[in-house]
Each structure stands twice: as structure tokens, then as C-alpha cells.
DNA sequence: GAGCACTGC
């Protein structure tokens, strides 16, 4: 058995534990750099807790939930103690902690919810935010609060922990703390550069350009694993098989001289291909973690997993494309646009670190080093891509209204903000005056987007259907797509087969009540994985909807919301003509009340189908009041159905179903290169017009949103909301009403202004990657 | 006819 004691020692962490804790006595902030390997996680915690008896509790708070659990076991077993005694950890579904826990690892979500609860954090008496170089949302939040924190509570201590060198803005902002280095653990790197590449020429061919690179690497370098950076799984399937189709050429020549000489390490002329990206099933995903059989060389086509969530050992050279497919959430038309650009030298450096963890490695880049020199230092924090709904809620909550003036260590756009603040005003979350209302404090308590809890709280008070909605929106919380889609490589029949299982289980309304024919039957079932994988159905998002589920009950007790079931109504069918009758009635759940529901969290994601057409226009409700609004710059961008949307015509061949749409509603629209809608149903107009959210349309102009008395005229508030991007005759053709004009004319007004939004969309993404 | 990565009382 390994002395677990002896091997602390031997940590980088470990000669500098007097230090460390004289300076944690000595100052309230203090930011702490260590490389992988360094132990600072593990030991620096366990330090604080023998060290210093006067210290009640240790919260430590980490980006991933996998991390939480693994670091808390580790710990737990160096302190000699069962997990969840005096060591455990926190995350969503899993509490493994107790009254006696002092060393609580949790994930960073549950600390801001915690923080939520009690903004004073009595329990801790150190908080450790850790990993914070990845600048994560819920840690740039929780680095706002924690500085207030500090102001009314002036003893607790606050670390933070990162891996990066350049975290003089983490001290700027800790009132210019001490920082504290540990050397790290790793090996070196040689890094190459592609020199005659030029990143922006790359774009178009890295591809090929990185497979050709490992296959060079495979060839002439000694063994060890390589593992090549691309941006997503249609990049990662076509490099697999590229791959493979050289090693095949390469088997093939065996015999020949030529090639037997371009082998320097004739013990792994042999590949084992491997794809990586977070959806795969788990099962295919465990083979890249075993170590290659011997004479085997082991070359993983990954994204983005690798360069943070996973560590996949012997990993020796490192291919960089310099790619990555990033979010990035454009408020002005609401929609999230996941565009490939290049990487920034933060992440080109870490992904050349993956090289380096068991022994010395290589990084090929396949950029110039000028290229290099040329990227941003930075990624973008993810707060200043991402729509800031839930967060501006959950400060609202804690009474901090003024959010514009809320201190970020980086401060997301105005323009991010006053969204948030619209949309949140336009759901009932806060009043005229910015302040958070009973509904939003009700819709806070979700761990849900306000969007979805709105229709949550609206669903038991309303329409009485709770029990249904709850269903429903705890597999949209998710995003997994509901049914799995074969790879055509899997041929024509099997393709067809799983056409022929959707058909059976889609909804002639469309996703929302699609997911609850799936739901049932799968109950029905026994929640079977067989019957899943039968079915072209993803299980796990099911089961995770299950936890869900189950989760948001408890909550709907807390908040004393009833659970109602959905009235039945009788349907006639027109069953088959047995005995000459061909009707029959069936009892089937309404889905009016269920459909209504969702639409008064949503019903500014309305949009209406050109005749003939398979493209959707947005709808903006205050067309109606003949006055332009802020959320009406999108009111032109062309809207396309995914294709595993319920309503997609992949469902009906014949088409029957796709010629009846007219209105619809949908969850989600994330722009690739076109605009592509989620959770799409079917609904009718008079619901959007006659909902009550509608009516806060019209109150929105006069509304001090931010909350911050007088500062801002209402004249300077239309500035800001007014969306000066925008061309003018989009905003003007905005404001007329879509009755007017022929149907070409409006098709083709609708072409031009696609064509517009979307170059807007890529610039104002790409732009905003310049600015920071 | 389409799927970067995380997360939540």
C-alpha cells in the first residue's frame, strides 16, 4: 500500500506550506498560481486544515462536477477519513457532505447558489475558487460577490487558484493581493510552428493539413501518443477516416523500402484511430483512455474535451490547428451563433501543455509563430459571450439592482445587460423600478433558465398542466437532442429505420408534446436502455431528465406551486375500416393548455412560415403597436427548422403536416451558417396577442430596468436598447406590417435582410473577439 | 438536413 503521507511531501506545494499559511493568516485575498501537477487542489486546503484550527470551513469550488467528486475522494483518503465526513463535496443531484464536513469541494454553480441563499457565506471561513484562468460565468460571478463579501465580513478568507502566469488582473482586482507561485510538474514541450502557414489561409484546409501532420509525426518520430486539436465532430469523423485511409496505403506498402525507411521507431507502425467529443456514447468514449496494446500507436482526433475536461495519458505529441468552434450569444437578435474561429495564445498554450504530463513531449502548431504572435492573449470570458438571464436574476435576487455598475472583474457590454434586464422585465421577473418581483423570485429558485421557469410557474397557476410542462421542460433543460440521428455511413435502411421510429413518436403539434409521447412511452417501457436504442432515442437524455424532474418537484413544493395534470380531451380517430365504422374516440392530453404555457415564457421566439417555403421569419409583437422596440432588430433573420425537429419534413414525406404551419414557437436558434430553430411547436397567433406578457411590450420604454434612480433618462435608456447596428431598412420594414406587399416581394425582402443579418451576426461575433 | 465545452437547491 502507498504511503499517502510520504507521497504529500514529495509535492511541489509542499516546501512552501509555512508560507503559504503565514500569508493566509496575514491577508484576506491572496492568488496562487500553480501548474498542473503541482498539488495545489489536493494540498493546499489540507494545509488550512491542519494548520489552522481557528478555521470553521473550507469551501473550494471547482468549473466541473467530475472534479469536485475525484479531488474530494483523494483528499479524503489522504486525511485517513470516510468520504463525506470531515471531507466531501457538493454537487447538483449528489450531497456528500455533513455537519462535521470542513473541507467541502464543490462545483462553482452551487456556491453562487449558495450565495444566493446567504450573500454573507457565514458557513465558510475560506473560500477557494479554483481553476479560475478559465474564467467560467458562474466564477467571474462569483468573484463580484466574494469582493462584497469581503466588505461586510472582513475575516473571511478568499484564494484563488489558477493556472496560468498572467493573473495580474485576479490581483488588480483583489485590491493588488500578494500572489504566490508553485512550480508545477510537468515536462517540457518543444513546440513547432507551421512558419510558412498563415493562421487566416490555414482556415480553409485544417483538416487535412492536421492529419497530413500526425501521419509526418506517426512516420518518423519514436513512439508515444498523439493527440490532434480540431473544432467538431463533422472534423474529427472526416480526419479519422483520412487517417485511416494513409495507414491503409502505408500497410499496404509494407514490403516496399521506401516506406519501411520512413519508420525511425519500428515498434509502432501500427494506429489505433480514435475519435473524441463530449457526445459520444460513454462506452465509445472509454477506449481512448486505455493505454495503446504494445506496437500500437495511439492517435486521438479530439475537441476541445481534451484541452480542459480530459486527460488522456501517454500523450506524447500534440497536433494544434489552431481552431475551436465557440459560442458566443449576439443580444441584439437573441441567438446564439457557434462559429469555428482561431484560438487564443491561452489556449494554444495549454493545448501544447497536453504534451507534457508523463514525460517530455512535442507540440506541432499548425500556424507561424507570427500567427501566434497575432492571436489574442486571451479567450473571451465566457460572461462576455453568453446571455446573462440567469445571472442578472440571481443578483437581482440578492438585492443587488444597479447591475450595470455590479463590479466585474471584466464587464460584460451594456448592451449584454440591458437585454437581460428587457426580457427579464418582459417575463414579470422585475417591475418598472428593476426590482426583482414575487414571480421572479419564484422563478429564481430553478435551476432553470427564466425562460423555462416562467413557464414552470405559469403551468401550475394558469393553465394547469404542471404536471406535463414539468416533463417536458426537464428534457428541453438539457441539450440533448431528444432522438439520436444515425450516420448515413450506417446505410439507406437503417437511416430509414430510424425515420420510421420518430414518425411513430413525433406529435402532430410539434417537439413540446413529442417529448411527452417519448417520456411515456419510455415509462411505459421500464425506462429500458434497449428500448432507447431500439427506438433512435438518446437514453441518457432521459435519464438525467429524470433527476431533473424529480428535483424541480421538490422545489415546486417549496414554493407551495400545485402539480396539476393536464385536462384529457376526446380525440376521434379514423381508425381502419374493420367492420365498415372508421371512427373511434381515443382520450388524449390537451396540448392547448401545455402549448400555452410554454408560450408565456416564450413568446418572443414566435415566428410564421413564408407560404411554400421552408424558411421561417421572426415575429416581433410590437409590430402591433406600430412602434419599434429593441427585440425587433431580428424581427427579418431567416429561421430554419433542425431537421430532428418533430415538424421537420425528414418526419413526413409526403409533406402533409409541413404544409399546415403557419405560426410556431420555439426554444432555442443557434446560428451555424444559417439560423436553426429547437423545440418547435405549433401554435396560433391570438395566443401571442392575447398573453399578458404581450401588454409589457407596450410598459417597456418608461421601465428604469437597471434600477439605478434617475441616472439614466428614459431618452438615454432608447439609445441603449435601440440596436444602431441594425440596418435602416430593416428597421423599417420592421414596422410594417407583413400584410402588405405580394408574397415574392416580402420573399424577396426577406432574402436580402438574411443576407444582411447574417454577415451582421459573424461580424459582431468576430468583433467582439477583437475588442477584448 | 445538423450536433464546441461546461453547469444549477
Not at 7 to 15: A, H, I, K, N, S
Not at 178 to 207: A, C, D
Not at 330 to 340: E, I, Q, R, S
Not at 641 to 668: E, G
Amino acid at each position: 500500500m502507498p504511503d499517502l503521507a510520504q507521497d504529500r511531501m514529495l509535492l511541489p506545494t509542499y516546501e512552501f506550506k509555512q508560507d503559504l499559511i503565514d500569508a493566509i493568516r496575514e491577508h484576506a485575498f491572496l492568488v496562487i498560481i500553480g501548474e498542473t501537477g503541482s498539488g495545489k487542489t489536493t494540498q493546499i486546503p489540507q494545509y488550512i486544515l491542519e494548520e489552522m484550527p481557528e478555521i470553521k470551513k473550507i469551501g473550494v469550488t471547482q468549473p466541473r462536477r467530475i472534479a469536485a467528486i475525484t479531488v474530494s475522494k483523494r483528499v479524503s483518503e489522504e486525511q485517513v477519513t470516510s468520504l463525506g465526513k470531515e471531507v466531501g463535496y457538493t454537487i447538483r443531484f449528489d450531497d456528500r457532505t455533513s455537519s462535521t464536513t470542513r473541507l467541502k469541494y464543490m462545483t462553482d454553480g452551487i456556491l453562487l447558489r449558495e450565495a444566493v441563499q446567504d450573500p454573507m457565506l457565514n458557513q465558510y471561513s475560506v473560500v477557494i475558487v479554483d481553476e479560475a484562468h478559465e474564467r467560467t460565468l458562474e466564477t467571474d460571478v462569483l468573484f463580484g460577490l466574494l469582493k462584497q463579501t469581503h466588505r461586510l465580513r472582513p475575516d473571511l478568507k478568499i484564494l484563488v487558484m489558477s493556472a496560468t502566469l498572467d493573473v495580474e488582473k485576479f490581483s488588480d482586482f483583489f485590491d493588488e493581493c500578494p500572489i504566490f507561485e508553485i512550480p508545477g510538474r510537468t515536462f517540457p514541450v518543444q513546440i513547432v510552428h507551421h512558419q510558412s502557414m498563415k493562421i487566416q489561409s490555414l482556415k480553409s484546409n485544417f483538416v487535412s493539413t492536421a492529419v497530413e501532420t500526425a501521419f509526418y509525426i506517426h512516420t518518423t518520430e519514436k513512439s508515444g501518443d498523439i493527440l490532434v486539436f480540431l473544432t467538431g465532430q463533422a472534423d474529427i469523423e472526416r480526419a479519422c477516416q483520412e487517417f485511416g485511409d494513409k495507414c491503409k496505403e502505408l500497410n499496404y506498402s509494407r514490403d516496399v523500402k521506401y516506406y519501411e525507411a520512413e519508420y525511425r521507431d519500428d515498434d509502432v507502425r501500427d494506429v489505433a484511430i480514435y475519435p473524441l467529443y463530449a457526445s459520444l456514447e460513454t462506452m465509445e468514449q472509454r477506449a481512448v483512455f486505455e493505454p495503446a496494446r504494445p506496437g500500437k500507436r495511439k492517435v486521438v482526433f479530439a475537441t476541445n474535451v481534451a484541452q480542459t475536461s480530459v486527460t488522456i495519458p501517454g500523450i506524447k505529441y500534440v497536433v494544434d490547428s489552431g481552431f475551436v468552434k465557440e459560442k458566443s450569444y449576439d443580444p441584439n437578435t437573441g441567438m446564439d451563433a457557434l462559429l469555428v474561429t482561431s484560438i487564443s495564445q491561452a489556449a494554444a498554450t495549454q493545448r501544447a501543455g497536453r504534451a507534457g504530463r508523463t514525460a517530455p513531449g512535442k507540440a506541432y502548431r499548425l500556424y507561424s509563430s507570427d500567427s501566434y504572435d497575432h492571436m489574442p492573449p486571451d479567450t473571451v470570458p465566457e460572461i462576455q459571450r453568453s446571455s446573462l438571464l440567469s445571472t442578472v436574476l440571481a443578483l437581482k435576487r440578492m438585492n443587488i439592482v444597479d447591475i450595470l455598475h455590479f463590479e466585474f472583474i471584466d464587464k460584460p457590454d451594456e448592451t449584454l445587460v440591458m437585454k437581460a434586464l428587457t426580457q427579464l422585465f418582459l417575463l414579470g421577473a422585475i417591475d418598472h423600478n428593476g426590482v426583482i418581483t414575487d414571480l421572479g423570485k419564484q422563478m429564481n429558485s430553478f435551476p432553470l433558465s427564466p425562460y423555462l421557469s416562467r413557464v414552470i410557474v405559469s403551468s401550475a397557476i394558469e393553465h394547469e398542466c404542471s404536471e406535463e410542462v414539468l416533463t417536458i421542460a426537464s428534457v428541453l433543460a438539457g441539450d440533448h437532442d431528444l432522438f439520436r440521428a444515425p450516420s448515413p455511413r450506417q446505410g439507406e435502411d437503417v437511416v430509414a429505420e430510424a425515420e420510421k421510429c420518430k414518425l411513430k413518436l413525433a406529435h402532430h403539434t410539434g417537439d413540446h408534446m413529442t417529448v411527452l409521447n417519448v417520456w411515456r412511452t419510455w415509462r411505459d417501457n421500464d425506462e429500458s436502455k434497449r428500448w432507447s436504442r431500439d427506438n433512435w432515442v438518446n437514453h441518457k437524455a432521459l435519464v438525467t431528465a429524470k433527476s431533473v424532474r424529480s428535483q424541480l418537484i421538490d422545489i415546486m413544493k417549496d414554493l407551495k406551486l400545485p402539480l396539476v395534470r393536464a385536462r384529457r380531451i376526446e380525440i376521434e380517430k379514423s381508425g381502419r375500416k374493420k367492420d365498415g365504422r372508421s371512427r373511434e374516440t381515443v382520450r388524449e392530453v390537451d396540448a392547448v393548455p401545455i402549448l400555452k404555457s410554454f408560450l408565456t415564457g416564450y413568446y418572443t421566439n414566435v415566428a410564421n412560415k413564408a407560404t411554400g417555403r421552408s424558411v421561417f421569419s421572426h415575429y416581433s409583437p410590437d409590430q402591433h403597436f406600430g412602434e419599434k422596440t429593441s427585440h425587433s432588430s431580428s424581427a427579418l433573420v431567416a429561421l430554419h427548422l433542425h431537421p430532428l425537429c418533430a415538424l421537420s419534413d425528414m418526419f413526413d414525406r409526403n409533406k402533409t403536416k409541413y404544409s399546415q404551419i403557419d405560426w410556431v414557437m420555439y426554444m432555442q436558434v443557434t446560428y451555424t451558417n444559417k439560423a436553426v430553430m429547437k423545440g418547435v411547436s405549433k401554435i396560433l397567433l391570438d395566443w401571442v396577442r392575447s398573453g399578458k406578457g404581450h401588454e409589457r411590450i407596450r410598459q417597456l420604454a418608461s421601465a428604469n430596468l437597471n434600477g439605478e434612480s434617475a441616472k439614466i433618462t428614459s431618452k438615454k435608456r432608447k439609445q441603449l436598447l435601440a440596436d444602431d447596428s441594425t440596418p435602416a431598412s430593416s428597421a423599417e420594414s420592421s414596422d410594417t406590417d407583413a400584410g402588405t406587399g405580394t408574397d415574392a416581394e416580402l420573399e424577396e425582402d426577406r432574402k436580402r435582410l438574411r443576407k444582411l443579418e447574417i454577415d451582421k451576426i459573424r461580424e459582431r461575433a468576430l468583433a467582439r473577439r477583437n475588442l477584448n
